[in-house]
């Protein structure tokens, strides 16, 4: 008999913790609980576009040399220039960690700034090359890279935006509360910080602008 109390109160307690809990979880969720996960998934997620851009431009780069370099193979130093800049840019370790490691950070925007400016030398290079920018199949592959150029600013401001939120609610109430008792792993996200000048895309022409 003093054994059935015990065993017939623990159903009981277990049921009353489970309808607490639900009756909790929507306060929880009003108050900021789901912030600081939902606002890291969103920063996550808006640095894998950015990679994918810069990535989608690292693989336009091989044919764009090759078809400069059909018609204006005598400019070694800038062709190899752009080769360089891609293997560089490509080698860098991308890993989850990057995005709370400034130094990994910094690497990275360096790398891809690094590509950047030597587009922007072949490109002036190009000029000279007038049936080169007559070519089709230049034409087309400059298209591709102004669109690619295009998405890669908008997935940079993008991810800013995303890592601005995130970070704010690490340190603003009434998040910042479960940052400091739950989410106690969670660490600021780096973001893009390099002069806007450095990160300017390369200036395409095509050709078909009044300015030719």
């Known amino acids: 008999m003093s054994i059935a109390k015990p065993l017939a109160a623990t159903p009981v307690r277990g049921h009353l913790s489970l309808l607490v809990l639900?009756?909790?979880?929507?306060?929880?969720?009003?108050?900021?609980?789901?912030?600081?996960?939902?606002?890291?998934?969103?920063?996550?997620?808006?640095?894998?576009?950015?990679?994918?851009?810069?990535?989608?431009?690292?693989?336009?780069?091989?044919?764009?040399?090759?078809?400069?370099?059909?018609?204006a193979a005598q400019e070694r130093e800038v062709l190899e220039g752009v080769v360089e800049a891609r293997a560089k840019a490509t080698q860098v370790q991308v890993s989850?960690?990057?995005?709370?490691?400034?130094?990994?950070?910094?690497?990275?925007?360096?790398s891809q700034a690094g590509l950047s400016g030597a587009l922007s030398r072949l490109l002036a290079v190009v000029e000279n090359y007038p049936d080169l920018k007559s070519s089709q199949n230049f034409l087309a592959l400059q298209a591709q890279l102004e669109g690619t150029e295009n998405r890669i600013a908008v997935a940079r401001r993008d991810y800013i935006e995303a890592?601005?939120?995130?970070?704010?609610?690490?340190?603003?109430?009434?998040?910042?509360l479960w940052a400091m008792f739950w989410f106690t792993g969670n660490e600021p996200y780096e973001t893009f910080t390099i002069s806007e000048e450095k990160m300017d895309v390369p200036s395409v022409n095509?050709?078909?602008?009044s300015g030719g």
């Open 163 to 176: 890592v601005r939120l995130y970070n704010t609610s690490l340190k603003t109430l009434p998040s910042m």
């Open 206 to 209: 095509f050709g078909t602008s």
């Open 96 to 110: 989850p960690d990057m995005l709370t490691d400034p130094e990994a950070f910094k690497a990275f925007q360096e």
């Open 22 to 71: 639900c009756l909790m979880l929507p306060l929880l969720s009003a108050c900021g609980f789901n912030t600081i996960p939902t606002r890291e998934e969103q920063a996550k997620a808006a640095w894998s576009e950015v990679l994918n851009q810069y990535q989608r431009r690292a693989d336009l780069i091989p044919n764009l040399v090759e078809t400069v370099k059909g018609y």
